[in-house]
């Protein structure tokens, strides 16, 4: 007989390192329920294996099989689960939903493909699958990455947000862990489709600077240089045929109560009024960054062109 998923008792706040912990328990137990392969990646797991510096987590990221996704959806969804509302932007191909729960301080993050394997995502996920290992979290034995996976996961998540300080830590913690044995995390990179983006690190280091390690995706560069969401939006106008600009940019103008809310929910019950006061501040602050932006954007075409 399998473990009740754990609850929290009515009136009962959840701290955010218990909700952390908590959440992958329950995440664990629904995935064995629903007979689906799931990984816990980053945070809590990755910290517990030595993947990445000791530090409070404040979510939980999981990685499974796209064609899984959605039957875990609806089995969170039951237990009070519901999928934040992201802003709508072509810019980067999907890679994630993030779940949140009224009752919960933390959210779930759960990841179909994740940003920096550029193989076949059905083949990346075998590939990790085949070198897991079992931890305990949250009092329940659960699934996470080996140890050289969840490195360069940890170093993929630091390098993708260059402007977050925090993950400078990061990036310093796995090249220490990387370069006492380059050669065996290049090859795996390689299989993972990694090269692109972990390459410059690769061709500082004395046993693989020799070695192929090739450019860098279209995908990664955006990720890595796009540091407004303005500069996705115009990136992405300029980009697509022109038959779809006006749709776009009235998307860009005038975003819907959905992409208005995607960060609080709670903006959806605003009025009219709220709504429009809204979009003219995110339009001022938009042509405020102008500069910013035009930069960013000249970057990105300059990185793709080399």
């Not at 009740?4 to 706040?13: F, N, W, Y």
């Not at 380059?182 to 983006?197: F, I, K, N, S, W």
């Amino acid at each position: 007989m399998r473990p009740p998923a754990p609850v929290t008792p009515p009136g009962e706040i959840l701290r955010i390192n218990e909700s952390v912990l908590l959440s992958a328990a329950l995440v664990s137990h629904v995935a064995v329920e629903c007979n689906i392969r799931m990984l816990l990646i980053k945070g809590p797991a990755a910290t517990l294996i030595g993947a990445r510096p000791v530090r409070a987590s404040l979510d939980l990221d999981i990685l499974l099989e796209r064609s899984d996704v959605e039957v875990l959806l609806n089995a969170l969804r039951r237990r009070g689960w519901e999928a934040r509302i992201r802003e709508v932007s072509e810019a980067f191909p999907d890679h994630s939903t993030t779940l949140i729960n009224p009752g919960w301080p933390s959210d779930i993050d759960v990841h179909w493909r994740f940003p920096g394997f550029y193989e076949d995502e059905s083949e990346v996920f075998e590939r990790l699958w085949a070198d897991r290992q079992s931890i305990e979290l949250g009092g329940r034995q659960v699934w996470t990455l080996s140890h050289n996976d969840a490195l360069l996961v940890t170093l993929l998540h630091a390098l993708r947000s260059p402007a977050q300080g925090v993950l400078h830590d990061d990036v310093s913690f796995c090249l220490r862990e990387i370069t006492a044995s380059p050669q065996r995390h290049y090859d795996r990179a390689l299989e993972l489709g990694a090269m692109g983006p972990l390459g410059p690190l690769f061709a500082t280091m004395p046993e693989t600077r020799a070695f192929d390690v090739g450019e860098p995706p279209f995908d990664w560069v955006l990720r890595t240089t796009a540091q407004r969401s303005a500069t996705l939006r115009l990136f992405h106008l300029m980009e697509i045929p022109w038959s779809r600009k006006p749709a776009a940019l009235w998307q860009a103008l005038v975003p819907s109560r959905e992409s208005i809310s995607w960060n609080d929910l709670e903006l959806r019950n605003m009025n009219q009024w709220q709504q429009t006061s809204f979009r003219l501040r995110r339009l001022r602050r938009s042509l405020s960054e102008g500069l910013q932006t035009l930069n960013e954007v000249r970057e990105i075409r300059a990185r793709i062109r080399k």
